[in-house]
């Protein structure tokens, strides 16, 4: 298999966690993978750039065409080489890593919840910070790949962020869902500048 490690960096990539990525660049030639990375972009536009190598709308499959799978890795997760390889390994078009996100008032599933888990299991969306997705499911896609649904909640209507509007749309044009990988906890650094 061929990867694509893609990593949006919106501004930096802390201190703490460069040595993960300078590790995965060694790690490359024997995953037989290559890192790609873009800056300073909002979100569903850093996505749209990576997953296409800058191709845009001109050129949708620059990237998709020479690689099997899509592997996101956020600048603020934490990650080591067997969690890699799990997520590399496990057999599925679209799985996913998690991490613990305070969202207070939503429904989402616990890390305890999670944690009890003994099985892989299916949600109707995730975060990219940890993720694979084959690009057999982009090539039946239509570009852009990533953007915001707008849903509406009771009485208010909602921006979706690109990554669960992306799940979505997968779900609703493939019937593909995100398979969770309870066993491939991944911590979310988030550091305060001052």
Same mark, same amino acid.
């Given at each position: 298999?061929?990867?694509?490690?893609?990593?949006?960096?919106?501004?930096?990539?802390?201190?703490?966690?460069?040595?993960?990525?300078?590790?995965?660049?060694?790690?490359?030639?024997?995953?037989?993978?290559?890192?790609?990375?873009?800056?300073?972009?909002?979100?569903?536009?850093?996505?749209?750039?990576?997953?296409?190598?800058?191709?845009?709308?001109?050129?949708?499959?620059?990237?998709?065409?020479?690689?099997?799978?899509?592997?996101?890795?956020?600048?603020?997760?934490?990650?080591?080489?067997?969690?890699?390889?799990?997520?590399?390994?496990?057999?599925?078009?679209?799985?996913?890593?998690?991490? &613990?996100?305070?969202?207070?008032?939503?429904?989402?599933?616990? =890390? %305890?919840? @999670?944690?009890? !888990?003994? *099985?892989?299991?299916? &949600?109707?969306?995730?975060?990219?910070?940890?993720?694979?997705? =084959? %690009?057999? @499911?982009?090539? !039946?896609? *239509?570009?852009?790949?990533?953007?915001?649904?707008?849903?509406?909640?009771?009485?208010?209507?909602?921006?979706?962020?690109?990554?669960?509007?992306?799940?979505?749309?997968?779900?609703?044009?493939?019937?593909?869902?995100?398979?969770?990988?309870?066993?491939?906890?991944?911590?979310?650094?988030?550091?305060?500048?001052?």
């Amino acid at each position: 298999m061929k990867y694509a490690f893609l990593i949006p960096i919106y501004n930096t990539i802390s201190g703490r966690l460069l040595p993960q990525f300078l590790n995965l660049q060694e790690w490359c030639p024997q995953l037989d993978g290559q890192i790609y990375t873009v800056v300073g972009r909002t979100h569903a536009d850093a996505r749209n750039w990576l997953c296409t190598d800058g191709g845009g709308f001109t050129n949708p499959h620059k990237l998709i065409d020479k690689v099997d799978y899509l592997v996101w890795i956020d600048a603020d997760q934490e990650f080591n080489y067997q969690q890699l390889s799990t997520l590399l390994e496990y057999d599925s078009q679209f799985c996913a890593g998690w991490y &613990v996100k305070d969202l207070s008032g939503m429904n989402f599933w616990s =890390s %305890t919840k @999670i944690k009890n !888990q003994r *099985e892989s299991f299916e &949600v109707d969306y995730c975060g990219f910070g940890f993720t694979k997705v =084959s %690009t057999d @499911i982009l090539k !039946q896609m *239509e570009y852009p790949y990533f953007r915001q649904r707008v849903v509406k909640i009771g009485r208010y209507k909602e921006n979706v962020s690109e990554d669960a509007t992306f799940c979505l749309d997968v779900s609703d044009q493939l019937n593909i869902k995100p398979t969770i990988l309870p066993q491939l906890r991944i911590n979310h650094l988030k550091e305060l500048f001052i």
